[in-house]
């Protein structure tokens, strides 16, 4: 089963494909970006290490707006459409610096986040714009 499919169940359901895709992709990339963090710490003690400091941060901060984005895309009953769209810029507008920051780094982990930091951003301006 998907959000996608979870939210579509409400009663007071809206369609709104754009916003489920987004709530969809927000909560993997809250937990991507988490791992990413961690996997960034192991990194930054490890032999060869390197100042990941950044990277953490940011994989960190995007993990936190994504979470509490996807809480607000997924709720249905009652409207806070211009919250949500201001939430669903910002988170966009993370997702893009931690994929850039990702991207300056040449770890698997790293080029996985920055992936999916990247179609993150992409749905939640869709959603975004389709809030009217």
Not at 34 to 57: F, H, N, V, W
Not at 89 to 118: D, F, K, S, V, Y
């Amino acid at each position: 089963m998907s959000i996608r499919k979870m939210i579509g169940l409400h009663p007071n359901a809206k369609a709104n494909p754009a916003l489920a895709e987004a709530a969809h992709h927000l909560m993997y990339c809250a937990k991507m970006s988490l791992s990413c963090a961690d996997a960034c710490q192991a990194e930054a003690r490890g032999p060869e290490a390197m100042d990941l400091t950044q990277c953490i941060r940011l994989c960190l901060d995007c993990s936190d707006i994504c979470e509490a984005t996807s809480r607000l895309a997924i709720r249905q009953t009652g409207n806070d459409q211009p919250m949500l769209r201001e939430l669903l810029e910002l988170c966009a507008r993370m997702c893009e610096a931690c994929a850039a920051e990702c991207e300056r780094h040449e770890h698997e982990h790293c080029r996985l986040c920055a992936q999916i930091c990247r179609e993150c951003a992409a749905d939640c301006r869709n959603a975004a714009v389709s809030l009217g």
